[in-house]
């Protein structure tokens, strides 16, 4: 019988160690600090107690750039046997000379270096350094000679003892397992040990794909050497790629020493082209092998699996850095054609070297055809290349025309830079494309900014995201200004003429931006817009096409956000009525777990059991629905640079339950 680790600690006997994250001390220069482990002592301009940028929590130390920095650390009392200290490091930039040294002395010793720590890497605070401290140590003096700097957290102090392994646990967060992604880590292992000579070693991993429901779209299955969290840069591999053969194990062979504390695998697939996007993979640890001892791994299989879907725009795709600013739109035809920012030089937004791209998939999202240009305005680096961006793309439900609306920026005319007046040389253009094929190709750029902008505003612009047809045909697509005073709103523009003319409203409320629409039940238009408040959505009303607003019941409460954009769609479903579905990262402080709510009663309540998350890292938070098909819906949205696209089953929205009686 092969011994069974609960992924649980085990109760070993507590190593003797002393740590500082530097989170109890206030930040700002470094002169004397009073910690658990000692005294540090810096000359002036040499550290700081940094905020805002740490491996864990909110604080760092940071050596500051220059000829030669350096901090102190006097221990409470002298080591009486050796001992063995680990922190994690960060190079703020690549710009040399860089050098960075341990050094260690006795009470009445000089200094001596016990480690060269010059191969801390840039970014990510993901080099662990790790030194052994000769027994009689009473002082540590870290001293870098770099042009920015080097920061440190997690500063550990520990006896020295042999090596145990304290626990296995395995992980799985939501995310999703997408076609054309090289690797998508789904399924976090953990190897947690106490002590630090004699290192153990993992020889095997075995998994199971028991759960995945083809796993013949599986082309390879690996193990990427990783931290805790799946969008932390991959730093190696373990073993070799495996292929796997139906739902048969895999075992993966390789050779890792454990290190000290957490030693995280992350199993990754790759899925093939042609892979079926309303599948599911699921992956599950049954053993592993550590230093020739074979262990079960108790709760290895975590319940459900992940879904799959489409990344259909990752970076460099079409000689482009990033692509952002997604929409979604279902054509008359049955096709999902998405619009979206092609940033070709960077993430920033306008002005920038930015072109709209549009792509159209007939089978509901499961496949998509090559990107196309819709909106290109110029490339004149005199002008900022003349960017265009921020699409918001809606479809005439009558006539089948879709439309494109996005903001040209010539020159510095765009959220900064945009003044009064009317004129490219002034402010920001609002632009329109259309396409009477069904997406295939698009017309030459309308300029509209003359019809609807004030020309006191500072700028005006679209959504961006979907726009919609109303009940009596009015086309309406969602648009923020910035006022006289530079004070955002959010408001919508319409035409009652197929689009020949358009009008605008008034605003929302001050300091609201980004929006969505949907037509209720009575008429009437409901706007649900960024806040730059924060903390919660804005809700209104209007009645007569944006010209007054009524803020809802549920205004600045019923949503949570941390300042983001977010998708609004409402569906008749059969024999269920109206429902609407929206789509934000659930949260106030950051762009992450990415989640669909429902309502079944025009948004008055978003019942918790109707909220289905589909993607738990961070991104950068804008998505867009639109309907996929007689029982899915579409969604686009934002990875770190990248677009990926889901279905979601409307019976996984709705838990396959009736809406709540009201």
């Not at 004397?32 to 864990?56: P, Q």
């Not at 050098?99 to 480690?115: H, K, T, W, Y």
């Not at 895999?250 to 290190?259: A, E, F, K, Q």
Request: proline share 7%; glycine share 10%.
């Amino acid at each position: 019988m092969t011994p069974r680790l609960a992924p649980l600690f085990c109760l070993l006997s507590a190593i003797t160690a002393a740590a500082e994250s530097f989170e109890a001390s206030p930040p700002g220069p470094l002169a004397s600090l009073e910690t658990g482990l000692g005294t540090w002592t810096a000359a002036a301009r040499h550290a700081e107690i940094h905020a805002g940028h740490a491996r864990a929590g909110k604080q760092s130390l940071k050596i500051h750039g220059g000829e030669e920095r350096a901090v102190e650390l006097a221990l409470t009392e002298p080591l009486a046997k050796p001992a063995r200290l680990t922190f994690w490091a960060e190079r703020w930039t690549t710009k040399p000379p860089f050098a960075f040294v341990i050094e260690a002395a006795g009470p009445q010793e000089d200094f001596r270096q016990v480690r060269d720590a010059s191969g801390v890497t840039v970014g990510g605070f993901d080099t662990l350094v790790e030194a052994r401290l000769p027994a009689g140590t009473a002082r540590l003096q870290l001293r870098a000679t770099s042009a920015a700097g080097v920061m440190i957290d997690e500063f550990e102090l520990a006896d020295e003892r042999p090596m145990k392994l304290a626990a296995i646990s395995v992980h799985q967060p939501v995310v999703p397992v997408l076609v054309r992604k090289p690797e998508n880590p789904t399924l976090g292992i953990a190897f947690e040990t106490a002590g630090n000579l004699e290192p153990l070693v993992l020889e095997s991993v075995t998994l199971s794909l028991a759960g995945t429901t083809r796993p013949a779209d599986i082309t390879d299955l690996s193990l990427l050497e990783g931290s805790a969290s799946p969008t932390d840069p991959l730093t190696g591999r373990f073993g070799a790629v495996a292929k796997p053969a139906g739902t048969a194990p895999v075992t993966i062979t390789g050779r890792l020493p454990l290190v000290a504390g957490a030693t995280w695998l992350w199993a990754s697939v790759r899925l093939a082209d042609h892979a079926d996007i309303d599948g599911r993979v699921d992956i599950g640890v049954t053993s592993v092998t550590v230093s020739g001892r074979v262990i079960a791994v108790a709760d290895g299989d975590p319940p459900g699996g992940q879904r799959m879907g489409v990344a259909l725009r990752l970076r460099t795709d079409d000689n482009s850095d990033t692509y952002r600013i997604p929409g979604l739109v279902r054509t008359k035809a049955g096709s999902l054609v998405a619009a979206y920012d092609i940033r070709y030089r960077g993430g920033a937004d306008l002005p920038a070297d930015i072109d709209v791209g549009t792509q159209r998939s007939t089978d509901g999202g499961k496949t998509w055809e090559p990107m196309q240009v819709a909106l290109d305005m110029g490339r004149d680096p005199a002008f900022a290349f003349d960017g265009v961006g921020d699409p918001c793309i809606f479809s005439d439900r009558e006539t089948g025309r879709l439309f494109v609306a996005a903001l040209w920026s010539h020159g510095k005319r765009a959220w900064h830079g945009s003044g009064p007046g009317l004129t490219p040389d002034q402010t920001g253009q609002l632009m329109i494309v259309t396409s009477d094929d069904d997406g295939r190709s698009w017309s030459k750029p309308r300029n509209i900014t003359a019809e609807v902008k004030d020309p006191a505003w500072r700028l005006l612009l679209a959504g961006p995201g979907t726009g919609i047809t109303l009940t009596d045909g009015t086309l309406v697509f969602p648009a923020q200004f910035k006022d006289a005073k530079n004070v955002p709103h959010s408001t919508l523009i319409w035409s009652q003429d197929r689009g020949a003319t358009w009008r605008v409203g008034t605003g929302v409320k001050d300091k609201t931006t980004e929006s969505q629409l949907v037509e209720l039940g009575d008429g009437s238009i409901m706007i649900n817009c960024r806040d730059d408040r924060g903390g919660a959505r804005t809700v209104a009303v209007t009645r007569d096409l944006g010209r007054t607003w009524q803020l809802h019941p549920t205004d600045r409460k019923a949503l949570p956000e941390s300042v983001c954009m977010a998708s609004l769609l409402r569906l008749e479903l059969p024999g269920k009525g109206p429902h609407l579905f929206f789509s934000n990262p659930a949260t106030t402080k950051g762009r992450h777990t990415m989640t669909v709510q429902v309502s079944a009663d025009e948004g008055m309540t978003w019942p918790d059991t109707w909220h289905t998350l589909y993607d738990s890292r961070k991104g950068l938070g804008y998505s867009c629905l639109a309907p996929a098909d007689a029982t899915h819906v579409g969604v686009l949205y934002e990875g770190l640079a990248e677009l990926y696209f889901l279905r979601l089953p409307l019976a996984d929205l709705l838990g396959g339950q009736p809406p709540p009686s009201r």
